[in-house]
């Protein structure tokens, strides 16, 4: 297409941007002529004709449209491209079209929307082609259902998102319900459970923080490459509008950033061209991400069991506050077992402490008692390691505590005898083990079976 611009020449009418005029953008055999005026474009679409003339092609007016942004055509339609000797074919003019995957809207309050619902769309159905897959095979373990996830469905998330940013709300939205509702059926949560144990449990990244970090990256490459490049010019001159009060694509980044539940300071205008200060915002919204996170759990009684939790270190001690990673509690091999531990550290059981607390059933802490002893609340701890009234639950704690005494290091079993009588920190250490969490939650899962059938869970 190296002879396109002889019949395409620059008109008065083309697009202009920064130090270049552009009239037509190819990618591979998808071509777009853009115009500021009618004429322009029809112009355009004769020239476009007589190239395909020459280059014995023909031009498809099926696959092709007009749209005009931020405004309506007279008539149906405006403009036609001829097809063969002295023979011309309208060509419609469409409220929407997809280009390179992206759909864009004429309608300039909205003109990215219809992507995310679309991404959005295609995603959820990946999301089904795994859980397909799971009734077939059984359920997958979470480390290999989340490599899906970042292979299938992530693709469909991210889509986009160094151009189409995320300062609607409710577009971006749509997303983290896909991205949501997949990790909950990942690890077999309901909606009962916080949002943010969807991350901080499974090593996986909020789509907003995500789709914000390549979109800053994004940003670093624009404005290192050379100047008459599109991408810079496009950049330079979405900077001139911001600081000329009117909307681009630096207000839409700003407002993006300014919406995160952090504080997260916008460079000026005169440091967004600094490759060193994008990348000190990069650090700063992935750092700001984890600690937001943390903040969230630390701050929940719900996810008691989870506060102050560490992970190892370099020499194998329980010493770092990590706060997105896949715990070691969801790679234990039995799904039931597994679904059955974290439905106790993530507060999805049906413990009195926790179903007390859930609408009409709601009863003050204090009255949450054990449906067992009738004596203290009911808490997995309480159940666990405290009850002595079910004879049958005192033999499955018997078994348990032998299991894993044999299972535990030397190290772990002096470290587990440290909680020093404290109920709560002695659950917490004791989900901690590395060495035996495949027979805690084995436990986990006979003390549930057990309860279900003495209180009628």
């Known amino acids: 297409m190296a002879d396109l611009p002889e019949f395409i020449p620059t008109d ?12 037509h953008l190819e990618q591979a055999d998808d071509v777009v002529l853009m115009s500021t005026t009618a004429e322009g474009l029809q112009r355009k679409l004769d020239g476009m004709s007589r190239w395909c003339a020459k280059n014995f092609m023909l031009f498809n007016a099926s696959k092709s449209a007009v749209m005009i942004i931020g405004g309506r055509a007279k008539h149906a339609a405006l403009f036609s491209v001829g097809v063969g000797e002295g023979e011309r074919v309208e060509i419609g ?10 759909t864009l809207s004429s309608r300039t309050d909205q003109f990215m929307r219809k992507h995310y619902t679309d991404k959005a769309a295609m995603a959820k159905r ?37 151009v189409v940013l995320d300062h609607v709300d409710g577009a971006r939205e749509e997303m983290e ?25 499974t090593g996986l990244i909020p789509i907003r923080y995500r789709r914000l970090e390549f979109s800053l990256r994004f940003l670093v490459y624009a404005t290192q490459c ?18 000329g009060g009117d909307k681009s694509w630096i207000s839409d980044l700003r407002t993006t950033i300014q919406r995160l539940p952090f504080h997260c300071a916008f ?15 990069i650090k700063i919204v992935r750092d700001g991400a984890r600690v937001d996170l943390q903040r969230r759990v630390e701050a929940s009684p719900k996810l008691y069991l989870l506060h102050g939790r560490m992970e190892k270190d370099e020499d194998g001690g329980l010493t770092r506050t990590v706060p997105v990673f896949l715990r070691h509690y969801l790679k ?4 039931a077992h597994r679904v059955a531990l974290s439905q106790v550290l993530l507060s999805g059981h049906k413990y009195a402490v926790e179903t007390g607390r859930r609408g009409k059933s709601y009863r003050a802490r204090v009255d949450r008692t054990c449906r067992l002893c009738n004596q203290v609340v009911e808490t997995p701890e309480h159940v666990w390691l405290e009850c002595d009234v079910a004879g049958q639950l005192v033999q499955l704690r018997r078994d348990m505590v032998g299991d894993v005494g044999a299972l535990c290091t030397p190290n772990e079993l002096d470290w587990m005898t440290e909680a020093d009588g404290d109920i709560v920190e002695t659950m917490k250490r004791l989900v901690a083990l590395r060495s ?6 084995q436990y986990a899962f006979d003390v549930s079976r057990f309860m279900a059938r003495e209180v009628q869970w």
Do not use: W
């Open 436 to 441: 035996a969490v495949s027979r805690v939650a």
């Open 93 to 102: 003019v469409v409220a929407t079209v997809t280009y390179l995957g992206i």
């Open 267 to 281: 460079p000026t205008h005169d440091l967004l061209g600094d490759p060193d200060v994008v990348g000190h915002l």
């Open 126 to 162: 990946a999301s089904r082609v795994i859980s397909g897959v799971q009734q077939l095979v059984g359920t997958l373990p979470v480390q290999v259902a989340t490599h899906l996830y970042m292979a299938l469905v992530d693709p469909h998330l991210t889509h986009g998102c160094e």
């Open 332 to 335: 234990v091999a039995n799904p």
């Open 226 to 243: 050379p100047r008459g490049h599109y991408v810079r010019e496009a950049m330079e001159e979405a900077v001139k509008l911001d600081f």
């Open 177 to 201: 319900a896909v991205q949501n509702m997949f990790v909950r059926k990942v690890i077999r949560v309901g909606m009962r459970c916080m949002e943010v144990i969807l991350f901080t449990e």
């Open 12 to 23: 008065t009418a083309d697009i202009q941007l920064g130090r270049v005029s552009i009239t």
